[in-house]
Nanobody
Framework: EAQVVESGGGLVQAGGSLRLSCTASGFVFDDYAIGWFRQAPGEEREGVSCISSSTGSTAYADSVKGRFTISVDNAVNTVYLQMDSLRPEDTAVYYC???????????????????????WGQGTQVTVSS
C-alpha cells in the first residue's frame, strides 16, 4: 500500500528544536509536492512548509519563516522539517502530505494541498511548553 509515514514529534520546551521526517512507502518522491500541514485543537488545518521533490522549490508560512527549514533527500525518499526556536503556538498535530506533479509550492501550501493532497500521513504530535 502506498503511503507516507511521519516521525519525530514530541514534547519540547520553548526555544528548543525538533526534526520531523516524512518517508514515502510504496512509491517514489520523483515529481511530487510534499508538504507539512498542522492542525491545533479548534483551528483549521494550515500549511507550514512545502517542497518540490523535482525542482527543490520551497514555501513557508509567514509564522515559521526563519525558524523552520524543509529539505528533501531523494536517495532515501524522505522529506525533513527542521523546527528551531519553537514556540508554544507551534503546538499542533503535524501531517505530511504529497501530491504528484504539483509545481506551485506557494499555492499548494496555502490552499490546494491542505485539502486535496493525494497522500496523507497519520500525523505526529508536537507540543511546545512555555
Amino acid at each position: 500500500e502506498a503511503q507516507v509515514v511521519e516521525s519525530g514529534g514530541g514534547l519540547v520546551q520553548a526555544g528548543g528544536s525538533l526534526r520531523l521526517s516524512c518517508t514515502a512507502s510504496g512509491f517514489v518522491f520523483d515529481d511530487y509536492a510534499i508538504g507539512w500541514f498542522r492542525q491545533a485543537p479548534g483551528e483549521e488545518r494550515e500549511g507550514v512548509s512545502c517542497i518540490s521533490s523535482s525542482t527543490g522549490s520551497t514555501a513557508y508560512a509567514d509564522s515559521v519563516k526563519g525558524r523552520f527549514t524543509i529539505s528533501v533527500d531523494n536517495a532515501v525518499n524522505t522529506v525533513y522539517l527542521q523546527m528551531d526556536s519553537l514556540r508554544p503556538e507551534d503546538t499542533a498535530v503535524y501531517y505530511c502530505a504529497a501530491e504528484p506533479f504539483y509545481r506551485d509550492m506557494e499555492h499548494y501550501c496555502s490552499r490546494y494541498g491542505r485539502v486535496y493532497s493525494h497522500y496523507w500521513g497519520q500525523g505526529t504530535q508536537v507540543t511546545v511548553s512555555s
